[in-house]
């Protein structure tokens, strides 16, 4: 059950607000100065959601809403009988998440709210987490740079190796295309180089990094890149 706190300085409005979101199921309580809120707020975990008023007896809103939005983890409604434009940007600027004129409805309040709760409890199915970062193949320097930026220094039999491996990532890369292609810079390469090759690039990515090797034995088959990677 979520809590809001109602900063509002009218009895009558701070009555009204706090008595209809207790019926619509939050749990909502008042205070009528900043001092007022301060104190609720001492001894408590944030609120879901503040209400506040711009026109405090002991403090401007705006400034309070500025505090609250550097100390603080709660939403916030600035709710003022200020309508005009200018006096939006300024609250939007201190930082209130909606803006609102002291006749809008109860109903439209609670509404706002809910808004904001689903903005803070449920992660938006639009939030993609960041892509892995790839293996590099820098060709220039002659290196293989793991997503945790260590770096391993490669022959250039191994550069050509990797070439042909990240050429198709996750798809295995049969021993004799394998062989076919480094003979043709190599032209005594054969099987036996192949498997040399890859046992000694794969203990030297043991040793640079703590990652899983991105290269994959296929047994009877050949070898596989199945880390995201790239060639630069």
């Not at 909502?28 to 809120?37: K, L, N």
Request: charged content about 25%; hydrophobic content about 40%.
């Amino acid at each position: 059950m979520s809590w809001i706190l109602v900063v509002e300085d009218e009895p009558a409005l701070r009555a009204d607000l706090v008595t209809y979101l207790g019926m619509r199921g939050f749990t909502a309580e008042g205070a009528g100065s900043a001092a007022a809120m301060a104190e609720l707020m001492a001894t408590r975990p944030d609120p879901a959601v503040v209400i506040l008023d711009i026109g405090l007896p002991d403090g401007d809103g705006r400034e309070i809403a500025r505090r609250l939005r550097a100390e603080r983890t709660c939403a916030i409604i600035m709710l003022t009988a200020l309508s005009e434009a200018d006096e939006r940007v300024r609250g939007y600027d201190s930082g209130a998440d909606i803006y609102m004129v002291k006749h809008t409805s109860l109903r439209e309040i609670e509404a706002a709210i809910n808004s904001l709760l689903r903005r803070i409890q449920e992660p938006s199915h639009r939030t993609q987490q960041s892509p892995p970062r790839p293996w590099v193949l820098h060709r220039p320097s002659w290196s293989l740079i793991a997503p945790d930026l260590s770096a391993v220094k490669l022959t250039a039999t191994e550069v050509a190796f990797l070439t042909v491996l990240m050429n198709t990532i996750n798809e295995t890369c049969l021993r004799d295309d394998l062989v076919h292609a480094m003979a043709r810079r190599y032209t005594t390469f054969d099987n036996r180089h192949l498997d040399a090759v890859v046992s000694r690039l794969r203990r030297k990515i043991a040793k640079s990094t703590d990652l899983p090797s991105p290269i994959k034995v296929i047994y009877g088959t050949g070898y596989a890149f199945t880390s995201p990677g790239r060639i630069d």
